[in-house]
């Protein structure tokens, strides 16, 4: 059975930063695709980041490029996503995800994703 458990959320001023981790559990990744999404109040979850659990490789939105990184520890079989420069408008809940890969690009949908974490929540103050 697969679990996703994610921590690191919290309260942090503007221009702060803050370390999201998602521990994954109960398969072998390697075949995977590993996403962060967000969702505010009111909204339609939205893409963050993504990362192939096998070669690293990285894509994240436009909105979020150049201020958070995505990365994972193979031995932790955790996934991170490190956020600097935050602002207000990156506050939501933030959900790990776990896509088998199946030749998809980007995995930046939420209909690629077969597993979900319950969430962390994340509030930036102005």
């Known amino acids: 059975q697969v679990q996703l458990v994610e921590s690191g959320g919290g309260l942090v001023q503007a221009g702060g930063s803050l370390r999201l981790s998602c521990a994954a559990s109960?398969?072998?990744?390697?075949?995977?695709?590993m996403g962060w999404f967000r969702q505010a109040p009111g909204k339609e979850r939205e893409f963050v980041a993504s990362?192939?659990?096998?070669?690293?490789?990285?894509y994240y939105a436009d909105s979020v490029k150049g201020r958070f990184t995505i990365s994972r520890d193979n031995a932790k079989n955790t996934v991170y996503l490190q956020m600097n420069s935050l602002k207000p408008e990156d506050t939501a809940v933030y959900l790990c995800?776990?896509?088998?890969?199946?030749?998809?690009?980007?995995?930046?949908?939420?209909?690629?994703?077969?597993?979900w974490g319950q969430g962390t929540q994340v509030t930036v103050s102005s």
């Open positions: 995800a776990a896509a088998r890969l199946g030749g998809g690009t980007y995995y930046d949908s939420p209909l690629e994703y077969h597993y």
């Open positions: 109960g398969r072998t990744f390697s075949s995977y695709a």
């Open positions: 990362i192939r659990w096998s070669i690293g490789s990285s």
